[in-house]
């Protein structure tokens, strides 16, 4: 695999042939029932990601898939015995893939469009990969939850502003008058009980909307 990520006259359709099928056998082992082969994976996952990350369409079309299947991983590690190293390693190859996603923002930002990626349909774009998160963050299981909450932290930062958070920013370049600010001032408290209403509905009406709203308020105080 680092073979082929690290010659340059291969072409992506060539990477992408080679890749996937072995890529494909370590996503079955990072779900395997056995810890010996949870950890081999995520060892494997830790070995490639330096020549991964190099290669700006492989990092593009696999990275969010990774991750996904180190979650899944660390949910299983869960249940292991901490002296196992699953736990551990998981965790260490998710910061590692995680870091990828972060440096890809300050320079490609190839992770934002909605492109063919590999894995599921949630992986087809950072937004949809942040909402996924989101979601996840009322899971029971304590570890696999706190680190969805990280990702949806981190990863929601990277997304680019919305068109009125632009022109917002932008007319705080120029000197508002004292009209302007005061409308400023009305439309900010009309969005926070807007977005306070939002989520009590949301809690009210999701079937784990109670276990997302306190995670998220958990979220929102303790970043």
């Not at 291969?10 to 990072?30: D, G, V």
């Not at 290669?55 to 990774?66: C, Q």
């Not at 997302?212 to 105080?221: R, T």
């Amino acid at each position: 695999m680092t073979w082929t990520l690290k010659r340059k006259e291969n072409t992506f359709a060539y990477q992408e042939a080679h890749l996937t099928p072995l890529l494909r056998k370590i996503f079955a082992m990072a779900r395997h029932p056995n810890h010996s082969k949870r950890l081999g994976a995520c060892i494997a996952f830790n070995k490639i990601y330096r020549p991964l990350r190099e290669e700006k369409l492989v990092r593009a079309k696999y990275t969010l898939e990774i991750i996904s299947v180190l979650l899944e991983c660390l949910g299983l590690a869960e249940k292991d015995r901490p002296e196992l190293g699953t736990r551990e390693e998981t965790r260490k190859a998710i910061a590692n893939y995680q870091d990828i996603v972060e440096r890809d923002a300050e320079k490609d930002n190839c992770f934002i469009s909605h492109g063919d990626r590999s894995g599921p349909a949630f992986c087809q774009s950072l937004y949809l990969f942040v909402e996924h998160c989101f979601h996840r963050t009322g899971l029971v299981a304590d570890l696999s939850r706190r680190h969805h909450m990280q990702l949806f932290a981190s990863f929601s930062a990277l997304l680019p502003a919305s068109s009125d958070e632009k022109a917002a920013k932008s007319s705080s370049r120029t000197k508002a008058t004292p009209k302007q600010r005061a409308s400023a001032a009305v439309s900010a408290s009309s969005a926070k009980k807007d977005a306070k209403a939002w989520v009590a509905e949301f809690i009210k009406t999701s079937p784990q909307g109670l276990s997302v709203g306190f995670q998220f308020l958990f979220l929102i105080l303790f970043p």
